[in-house]
């Protein structure tokens, strides 16, 4: 593991994977911007509210990329770590015992990035 964390060296290693597939695709990827723009703008719900529910159907998913985005932007959102761990108890209601392995690997993810913005201000 390099001087980040773990899951900041997951994004670390995806970004120049996406950065060659929007290359050969920029339409989806830029229609995929669009869509996550309109999905995390704040309405009834706000911003922090709809990350952590992507970071829970990231847990379901099983997707550490998911985790590691959205566990991060639910930080920069002002998500605490109870909100963060009740968001991943739904997801293990919901998925049962495999959402225990990435609801715990969620929760490191978003400590790790809490701790991070923490040694920032």
Same mark, same amino acid.
């Given at each position: 593991?390099?001087?980040?964390?773990?899951?900041?060296?997951?994004?670390?290693?995806?970004?120049?994977?996406?950065?060659?597939?929007?290359?050969?695709?920029? =339409?989806?990827?830029?229609? %995929? #911007?669009?869509?996550?723009?309109?999905? %995390? #703008?704040?309405?009834?719900?706000?911003?922090? %509210?709809? !990350?952590? +529910?992507?970071?829970?159907?990231? &847990?379901?998913?099983?997707? =550490?990329?998911?985790?590691?985005?959205?566990?991060?932007?639910? &930080?920069?959102?002002?998500?605490?770590?109870?909100?963060?761990? !009740?968001? +991943?108890? &739904?997801? +293990?209601?919901?998925?049962?015992?495999? #959402? *225990?392995?990435?609801?715990?690997?969620?929760?490191? #993810? %978003?400590?790790?990035?809490?701790?991070?913005?923490?040694? *920032? !201000?």
């Amino acid at each position: 593991m390099s001087e980040h964390g773990h899951y900041q060296d997951v994004l670390n290693d995806l970004n120049p994977q996406h950065r060659a597939l929007r290359k050969m695709i920029p =339409d989806v990827y830029r229609g %995929f #911007a669009e869509m996550s723009n309109g999905a %995390f #703008a704040s309405g009834a719900l706000d911003k922090k %509210f709809k !990350e952590l +529910i992507a970071l829970a159907i990231g &847990v379901v998913a099983g997707c =550490d990329g998911c985790i590691a985005s959205h566990a991060q932007a639910a &930080v920069r959102a002002g998500a605490s770590r109870q909100e963060a761990a !009740e968001a +991943i108890g &739904v997801s +293990i209601l919901m998925h049962g015992g495999p #959402a *225990t392995i990435y609801g715990a690997r969620a929760f490191d #993810a %978003f400590c790790e990035f809490a701790d991070a913005a923490a040694d *920032t !201000e």
